[in-house]
């Protein structure tokens, strides 16, 4: 099995990769749904989210405001260290139940948004980094998913830099390219992590 972690700014079009990836026979984890599944309603995760933040972070039919949540914990370090602490070991249990469900010649993929800033890179065989120009994040978070341009220089600034994330990659795909070139290159990547995996088997008896 071979362990890769993918991670990316967000806007920089890192759900678009691991989509591909999947496309191409990747077993996907992914740390965003995850963390949605692990606060749903009825989950220790949620309430021990209430007791922290209070129920103004609830909706009406009792789940997460996770945009009214969002808006409170990106405007305060502090209170973004509280939620990660909640939901990161929360996130870490369920990816390694998934993960050992795995085949032993599949690669799995870890898509993982806060891989730079959590200091995870060092659990993976290989990271890979989707990398965009801040310019086309900006473009992409106002543009698709309808953010002000506030919010979203508030949502890029919360995460670690471009520069940061640079380092620990061990494949960088741009993601300044159209969509055709993003899928050829994406095709290319997965060619060389079957090769990896398969050269990481133990061997038969």
Excluded at 69 to 77: E, H, K, Q, R
Excluded at 148 to 155: K, P, Q, V
Excluded at 182 to 193: G, K, M, N, P, T
Aim: negative net charge; contains cysteine.
């Amino acid at each position: 099995m071979l362990k890769v972690g993918l991670t990316g700014g967000i806007g920089a079009g890192k759900s678009e990769v691991s989509r591909l990836l999947v496309e191409c026979g990747a077993v996907l984890i992914d740390a965003d749904r995850i963390a949605r599944e692990v606060v749903a309603p009825g989950t220790p995760g949620l309430a021990s989210v209430v007791a922290a933040f209070g129920t103004d972070v609830l909706t009406a039919d009792g789940s997460l405001d996770r945009p009214g949540l969002g808006s409170i914990v990106f405007a305060d370090p502090e209170k973004l260290a509280v939620l990660n602490s909640i939901v990161h070991p929360l996130v870490g249990a369920r990816s390694h139940e998934l993960e050992t469900a795995a085949a032993e010649d599949d690669v799995v993929v870890h898509d993982v948004p806060l891989l730079a800033e959590n200091g995870l890179a060092p659990l993976y065989d290989v990271v890979i980094v989707v990398d965009a120009s801040p310019e086309t994040q900006l473009d992409r978070l106002v543009r698709l998913r309808g953010m002000t341009e506030g919010d979203a220089r508030a949502r890029m600034a919360a995460q670690a830099t471009r520069e940061k994330r640079l380092e620990i990659a061990d494949i960088v795909i741009d993601n300044d390219v159209p969509l055709d070139d993003l899928r050829e290159r994406v095709r290319e990547i997965w060619a060389d992590l079957v090769r990896r995996a398969h050269a990481s088997e133990p061997p038969q008896e």
